[in-house]
């Protein structure tokens, strides 16, 4: 029985996780820095990301947004750019195959997108937990 539970719980803990290996190497960096941060840091968390993905701040423009203001509560679905009205493909790499797979898109886009919500940058902690966050979708 005790070795039937410790197999099974393997692929669970594989498949709840599974960034490609350009993107893993990436959060296994903001995990090192996360360190730096907090000496008491463990994983990431997608609770956490979700607070961080959900909630309205006075961002760029004056504006209260959130990140769901242009990627749409629902992260299967279309966004639309608050901004300029343009559509964005949904966000969760379920439903679209191009998420999360380039480090280059996924640093370019997280900075920008902490400064319309937050007007700064987000932190190690922040970027790792927001993306274990949009893997859960
Ligand atoms: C003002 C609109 C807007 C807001 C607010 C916004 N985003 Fe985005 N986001 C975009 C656009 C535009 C793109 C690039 C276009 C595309 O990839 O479809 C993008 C792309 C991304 C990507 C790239 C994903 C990939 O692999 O292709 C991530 C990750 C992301 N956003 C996360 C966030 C997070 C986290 C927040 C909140 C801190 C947020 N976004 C808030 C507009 C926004």
Same mark, same amino acid.
């Given at each position: ?33 996360? !360190? ?12 956490? &990301? ?8 006075? &961002? !760029? ?27 964005? !493909? ?29 007007? !700064?940058? &987000?932190?190690?902690?922040?970027? &790792? ?9």
């Amino acid at each position: 029985m005790k070795k039937f539970i410790l197999v099974s719980l393997i692929p669970l803990s594989v498949f709840a996780n599974n960034f490609n290996d350009q993107i893993q190497i990436y959060i296994d960096q903001l995990k090192v820095e996360a !360190k730096n941060i907090d000496p008491n840091f463990n994983d990431f968390d997608s609770k956490r &990301g979700e607070e961080i993905f959900t909630s309205k701040h006075i &961002g !760029k423009k004056g504006q209260e947004i959130s990140c769901t203001s242009c990627h749409n509560l629902d992260l299967t679905q279309e966004g639309k750019n608050v901004f300029t009205n343009k559509v964005i !493909k949904p966000l969760s790499p379920t439903a679209n195959k191009e998420r999360l797979i380039s480090v280059k898109e996924v640093e370019k886009w997280l900075r920008r997108n902490f400064k319309d919500v937050y007007l !700064k940058e &987000g932190n190690a902690i922040q970027k &790792g937990d927001v993306l274990y966050y949009i893997n859960t979708k």
